[in-house]
């Protein structure tokens, strides 16, 4: 399905951005999205042992590589392990790394400005951060998987407050991962082992939970990110049902989205259009269409234009919708 009409919305799907590769032109599986000035985007790679492709791809939009940011490494500008990213007003670039348990720091080109953050359980330390986003303040939001918390710090790493414990309960987290902030201040954190959204204000205090564990519509097993458009709308990386699921601000559910990458990206045709043996069997498959799906998402960001990217992660390759604004439906009689 192209198009996705619920209650008023409308989605269409619009177009696929990478294919798999471990450096330059492609992505090796990619985990989460950031978008910068000039509609950067910025892209973070988790890589694997195999490859040593961690590492932040740069591009347009419209797919024009610009640079890879990082390597694999303990020294400065370095991550072993890269879990999260995150953009502040400046265009700094922020990535986490769970397993040396820092924050590193690069401009908008690539530089590396330095790292912060120290291996501990103690408020101010860090012990596995998976999620991070900044408020309209530069304070940045940093979830830890290790000890079920949030912690707020300064752009420059100063602890401010943190809240939350393990637990199945309203506050608590069992291995927090995605976190995003809204217009309006309230934050969102994907409470991965849960099977929920949590929804909180700046300081903390619990506001909503949105979603329930299981399978259908509204339901979620492991949820990797969320992320919140100017109508107040709110996406959900379902990771293990490998969909995305769309819910109102109040948290009704509007729509789930399972792919739609019917077209290869730009990247991935250069690659087929080079290849007549990849050509020839691409055609000898039966349907092409379970190529199309969502194969294990973790990461989803929207735009102040209505678009929707969704990193599928394991396709190594990022799928973007539209949420459209101006949509007319044109009545024939045939």
């Not at 294919?19 to 989460?32: C, H, K, S, V």
């Not at 414990?165 to 809204?182: C, E, K, L």
């Amino acid at each position: 399905m192209q198009t996705i009409i619920t209650k008023g919305r409308i989605y269409n799907y619009d177009y696929t951005i990478g294919r798999n590769g471990e450096a330059g032109t492609g992505f090796r599986y990619p985990i989460d999205l950031a978008l910068g000035s000039e509609r950067r985007l910025y892209v973070l790679n988790r890589g694997d042992e195999y490859t040593n492709s961690q590492r932040v791809s740069v591009l347009t939009m419209d797919e024009e590589f610009i640079t890879d940011i990082g390597c694999i490494g303990e020294e400065k500008g370095q991550f072993m392990w890269p879990s999260a990213l995150a953009i502040d007003s400046r265009g700094n670039v922020y990535v986490a790394d769970e397993w040396l348990n820092r924050i590193n720091i690069f401009d908008r080109d690539g530089k590396s400005l330095g790292h912060w953050g120290k291996p501990g359980v103690k408020p101010g330390q860090l012990q596995g951060p998976s999620g991070l986003a900044f408020d309209a303040h530069d304070n940045l939001y940093v979830t830890e998987e290790h000890t079920h918390r949030v912690q707020v710090f300064t752009a420059e790493g100063k602890p401010l407050r943190h809240w939350g414990s393990q637990g199945a309960g309203q506050g608590q987290f069992n291995r927090p991962w995605g976190v995003t902030v809204d217009s309006r201040g309230d934050v969102y954190v994907a409470d991965w082992k849960n099977h929920r959204i949590q929804k909180f204000d700046a300081e903390g205090k619990p506001l909503a939970v949105i979603g329930a564990p299981g399978q259908g519509p509204g339901l979620l097993n492991h949820p990797t990110d969320v992320a919140v458009d100017k109508d107040g709308d709110i996406y959900v990386v379902d990771w293990w049902n490998s969909k995305l699921e769309v819910f109102d601000s109040y948290g009704g559910p509007l729509a789930s989205f399972v792919g739609n990458s019917e077209r290869l990206s730009k990247w991935a045709q250069v690659i087929v259009n080079a290849s007549p043996d990849i050509q020839k069997a691409r055609m000898r498959v039966r349907s092409l269409e379970p190529e199309y799906r969502f194969y294990r998402p973790q990461a989803v960001l929207v735009d102040d234009q209505g678009h929707v990217l969704v990193a599928d992660t394991l396709r190594c390759r990022i799928q973007v919708y539209k949420k459209e604004s101006n949509w007319t439906s044109i009545q024939f009689n045939l």
